[in-house]
């Protein structure tokens, strides 16, 4: 059973996701992370707290980074048209005052520490900006040997991005970082907007869950509306879930259409923030996607099927 540090910025969808893990029998939840994101990182900590509380999560949540990896970089405007003012949804949440937040940026030596003392049996799962992994990896790269996979729901190769034409908003939060990640010497499974788009929560669903799902999914369902109605652009009454749609990928990898690549993140102009795919299949002249790793990219997804565990696991 892999055991899984969940890096989130929770965010409406990455709560689901949460409540995803917590619940499937075949995954040992030991660390929640926190980064900036879909809000601020004491926000996203808060909810990260409000969520592990109201979900009865026994696995520790810290506070990781609140700006990006390349300090130089402008930040961006936080999705409040996405996430809501609070990050979840605009929900009454409690005062920060009853939640401990902390201070300082711990998340990248607690991904160390925690995969360490667990060689080769720690998942990490990453579903905001890869901010935290970076610094992990900048800290100590020896944690890329040791570590089981690492599973990111970021990017896009083969459909638009959502924040630009080039670029999905996790990879877009922090080009730097996931260039890093994306390179670095451990196995990586990127969970994107080709797969994202397709796999679909309808309010009548979530609705119908939260009758039978307990007040955790009540809450999910709640928090959820606002979400449900920014997504009227796209898709009428319903939600993508794409950060849970990665933590799928973690126990059901069989459910996806992959390719396998050396990926690489352009990091300014037109395209900052766009994944890009040398598919191993295909032969270039050299250039900058040379010598490093070739990770796996989902590019289908079998949705219903997605859809159906997700449903019986909430
Ligand atoms: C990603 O961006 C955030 O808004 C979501 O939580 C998800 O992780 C989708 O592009
Ligand atoms: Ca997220």
């Known amino acids: 059973m892999p055991k899984v540090i969940f890096d989130t910025d929770p965010g409406v969808d990455d709560a689901m996701a949460l409540l995803f893990l917590h619940r499937h029998p075949e995954i040992d939840l030991v660390g929640i992370t926190t980064v900036f994101g879909n809000a601020a990182v004491e926000t996203t900590t808060r909810n990260a707290l409000f969520l592990k509380s109201a979900f009865k999560i026994d696995a520790p949540v810290v506070r990781g980074a609140g700006v990006t990896f390349d300090r130089d970089r ?8 996405v996430h809501g003012e609070n990050g979840l949804g605009d929900i009454d949440i409690p005062n920060d005052a009853d939640l401990p937040i902390g201070e300082e940026d711990e998340a990248a030596q607690f991904i160390i520490d925690t995969i360490r003392q667990n060689p080769g049996e720690i998942s990490i799962v ?3 900006r890869m901010t935290n992994l970076a610094n992990a990896l900048a800290k100590a790269p020896d944690i890329a040997g ?3 996979d690492v599973v990111i729901m970021g990017g896009s190769f083969y459909v ?6 080039a670029a999905e908003a996790n990879i877009a939060g922090d080009p730097e970082a996931a260039d890093r990640v994306m390179t670095a010497p451990w196995k990586v499974a990127v969970i994107g907007l080709d797969v ?3 796999t679909v929560m309808t309010r009548a ?7 039978k799902g307990g007040p955790e999914v009540s809450l999910l369902n709640e928090l959820s509306q606002s979400y449900i109605d920014f997504y009227d652009h796209l898709i009428a009454d319903a939600m993508l879930v794409h950060d849970t749609c ?3 990928y973690l126990v059901r990898p069989d459910l996806f259409d992959t390719v396998t ?8 102009g037109l395209t900052d923030g766009q994944t890009v795919l040398k598919p191993s299949h295909r032969r270039f002249p050299p250039g900058a996607w040379d010598h490093f790793p070739a990770q796996t990219v989902a590019v289908d997804v079998a949705a219903d099927r997605v859809m159906a565990l997700v449903h019986d696991t909430l």
């Open 126 to 128: 990453a579903v905001g």
């Open 74 to 81: 402008p930040a961006r405007p936080w999705p409040t048209i």
């Open 160 to 165: 638009p991005g959502n924040v630009t034409p």
């Open 196 to 198: 994202t788009t397709k």
């Open 146 to 148: 040791l570590v089981r």
């Open 246 to 248: 990665a933590c799928v």
């Open 205 to 211: 669903t979530l609705k119908e869950l939260a009758d």
């Open 261 to 268: 690549g050396q990926i690489r993140v352009s990091c300014d």
